[in-house]
Structures are given as structure tokens and as C-alpha cells.
């Protein structure tokens, strides 16, 4: 009996201990509600895009799963930094919400995507100058930080919008003088969802930000090492998914280009 009995317990063990492994694999990426595809997205609770498709080929290739908690950004930003729900975050960038982010120890990735955050105008109103510019369209939570010093002297207005595409509608109806977002992004949504590629266009001699998204965790830098090495050595995974989703941009075009 005191033989079963520890064969039993052994067994009860491994169980135990093959779960509680298991149960270590999986992490909770957050990620925000808004509809910023083909970058990132979602579908009710569905988390889709560039974002989830790169994340989920490099969670299978090292063995993990990543379940997406999307967020309202302001809280998002909140549970990432100061709460105990979020393992990780995508897109995340260290300028962003400064003000919360002091003391916090993040780590981040290598850059994963670059972005320009900037103004689509109506055509009729492209190249007139900052000058001529009063009103800004944005997406609620963002922050233009190129137009704080000019919202600060009240030389230009700020409407947010929950919307990407009610956004984009605003600025096609100049209702305000230009919509602030993710370029690639605005252009695949006016060509893709409302079907009229050519009604805004990006004016470049308006304030604007070029940067990088990143993959952040204040809890896991082992996990995020783990990554840049996905990053530099599955490039074909990268471009592949790049590809299918015809996004323009590419680190390992910048790369190549130095």
C-alpha cells in the first residue's frame, strides 16, 4: 500500500507541476481598443492585425501563449505601469504618457514598426502653414506632442474623436483643419474601409512625429531579449506577415538601407 500510495503522490506531482509550468506560459499582452488596422486592431474581444499576428509567431516559436486584454488607453497605460493584470504591451513607446511613466522600469524591445504621426488635410488645404492651422482632429487619449506649445497658447483647438474613420470624416467635411494620426495607417483606412483614397493627403510642413512601436514589460526583460533575437533572426516571418497585410513600413528596410 505505502508503495501505490507514493506512486500516487509522485504522480500527483508531476501533474501538479506540469501544470503550474503550463500555466507559467501563458502571459497577458495589453493592447488598446482602438481601430488602428492593419497595425492593430480588434473585433469585440478579438485582438487582430500586424500586432497579434508578430506576437503570436514568435509566442509559438519559444513555446508560449499570449491571451490580448484590450483597453481604453488611459487605462491601458495604468494597469501596464502601476497595476498587476498586464504582462506585457503592444504597441508602447517611452514618450507616451510621461507624466504616469516616472520611476516605472521598462523594458523595451528592439523597434518593431515605424510610424509617422501627422496631420491629413483636405487636399484644398495642404501646404497652407501652421499659420492657418486652428483646429486639430484626434483620436481620444492620444496626445499631439508636436502641437502642445501651440494648444498651450490656445493658437489651435483640439476635438477628440472615439472614432478612426468618424475622424478621418471630420477632416474630409473640414469640420476640423486636420485629422493627427498614424499616417499608414489613415491611408489604408480611407482607401479600404471608406473608399476614397485621395480625399485627405498628408501634409509634411505640418508638425509631425516619426518614431517606433515597441513590445514592452516592466515584469519579463528575459521575455523581451527573447524577442529581439525573434526580431533579427526570423526576418522571413516579419516580411511575410508585412506582406499580407500591405503595410509599407519595415525595420528591416531601414536596416538594410544604413
Same mark, same amino acid.
Given at each position: 500500500?505505502?508503495?501505490?500510495?507514493? &506512486? &500516487?503522490?509522485?504522480?500527483? &506531482?508531476?501533474?501538479?507541476?506540469?501544470?503550474?509550468?503550463?500555466?507559467?506560459?501563458?502571459?497577458?499582452?495589453?493592447?488598446?481598443?482602438?481601430?488602428? =488596422?492593419?497595425?492593430?486592431?480588434?473585433?469585440?474581444?478579438?485582438?487582430?492585425?500586424?500586432?497579434?499576428?508578430?506576437?503570436?509567431?514568435?509566442?509559438?516559436?519559444?513555446?508560449?501563449?499570449?491571451? =490580448?486584454?484590450?483597453?481604453?488607453?488611459?487605462r491601458l497605460?495604468?494597469?501596464?505601469?502601476?497595476?498587476?493584470?498586464?504582462?506585457?504591451?503592444? %504597441?508602447?513607446?517611452?514618450?507616451?504618457?510621461?507624466?504616469?511613466?516616472?520611476?516605472?522600469? !521598462?523594458?523595451?524591445?528592439? %523597434?518593431?514598426? %515605424? =510610424?509617422?504621426?501627422?496631420?491629413?488635410?483636405?487636399?484644398?488645404?495642404?501646404?497652407?502653414?501652421i499659420k492657418?492651422?486652428?483646429?486639430?482632429?484626434?483620436?481620444?487619449?492620444?496626445?499631439?506632442?508636436?502641437?502642445?506649445?501651440?494648444?498651450?497658447?490656445?493658437? !489651435?483647438?483640439?476635438?477628440?474623436?472615439?472614432?478612426? !474613420?468618424?475622424?478621418?470624416?471630420?477632416?474630409?467635411?473640414?469640420?476640423?483643419?486636420?485629422? =493627427?494620426?498614424?499616417?499608414?495607417? /489613415?491611408?489604408?483606412?480611407?482607401?479600404?474601409?471608406?473608399?476614397?483614397?485621395?480625399?485627405?493627403?498628408?501634409? %509634411?510642413?505640418?508638425p509631425h512625429?516619426?518614431?517606433?512601436?515597441?513590445?514592452?514589460?516592466?515584469?519579463?526583460?528575459?521575455?523581451?531579449?527573447?524577442?529581439?533575437?525573434?526580431?533579427?533572426?526570423?526576418?522571413?516571418?516579419?516580411?511575410?506577415?508585412?506582406?499580407?497585410? /500591405?503595410?509599407?513600413?519595415?525595420?528591416?528596410?531601414?536596416?538594410?538601407?544604413?
Amino acid at each position: 500500500m505505502s508503495i501505490i500510495r507514493s &506512486c &500516487c503522490t509522485f504522480l500527483c &506531482c508531476v501533474v501538479w507541476t506540469s501544470a503550474s509550468f503550463a500555466q507559467s506560459k501563458t502571459y497577458t499582452v495589453g493592447v488598446e481598443d482602438h481601430e488602428y =488596422y492593419p497595425q492593430y486592431s480588434h473585433q469585440g474581444e478579438e485582438y487582430l492585425g500586424f500586432g497579434r499576428e508578430l506576437l503570436d509567431a514568435f509566442a509559438k516559436s519559444k513555446g508560449y501563449k499570449f491571451q =490580448y486584454k484590450i483597453l481604453p488607453l488611459n487605462r491601458l497605460a495604468f494597469e501596464f505601469l502601476k497595476g498587476d493584470t498586464v504582462d506585457f504591451r503592444y %504597441p508602447d513607446n517611452a514618450y507616451w504618457e510621461s507624466d504616469i511613466r516616472k520611476g516605472a522600469k !521598462v523594458n523595451y524591445s528592439l %523597434p518593431v514598426m %515605424p =510610424y509617422i504621426d501627422g496631420v491629413l488635410v483636405h487636399p484644398d488645404n495642404k501646404g497652407r502653414g501652421i499659420k492657418q492651422f486652428k483646429v486639430l482632429g484626434t483620436l481620444t487619449g492620444f496626445t499631439p506632442w508636436t502641437y502642445l506649445d501651440l494648444i498651450k497658447n490656445k493658437q !489651435v483647438k483640439v476635438f477628440e474623436n472615439d472614432s478612426f !474613420v468618424s475622424l478621418l470624416k471630420q477632416a474630409q467635411l473640414k469640420r476640423v483643419d486636420g485629422a =493627427y494620426i498614424n499616417v499608414e495607417v /489613415a491611408k489604408y483606412q480611407l482607401k479600404s474601409v471608406l473608399h476614397q483614397a485621395d480625399s485627405l493627403v498628408f501634409d %509634411p510642413a505640418l508638425p509631425h512625429t516619426k518614431d517606433f512601436y515597441y513590445f514592452s514589460s516592466v515584469k519579463h526583460p528575459d521575455i523581451i531579449q527573447e524577442f529581439n533575437d525573434f526580431l533579427l533572426k526570423e526576418k522571413d516571418v516579419y516580411e511575410g506577415i508585412r506582406t499580407k497585410l /500591405a503595410i509599407e513600413s519595415s525595420i528591416h528596410e531601414k536596416n538594410e538601407k544604413k
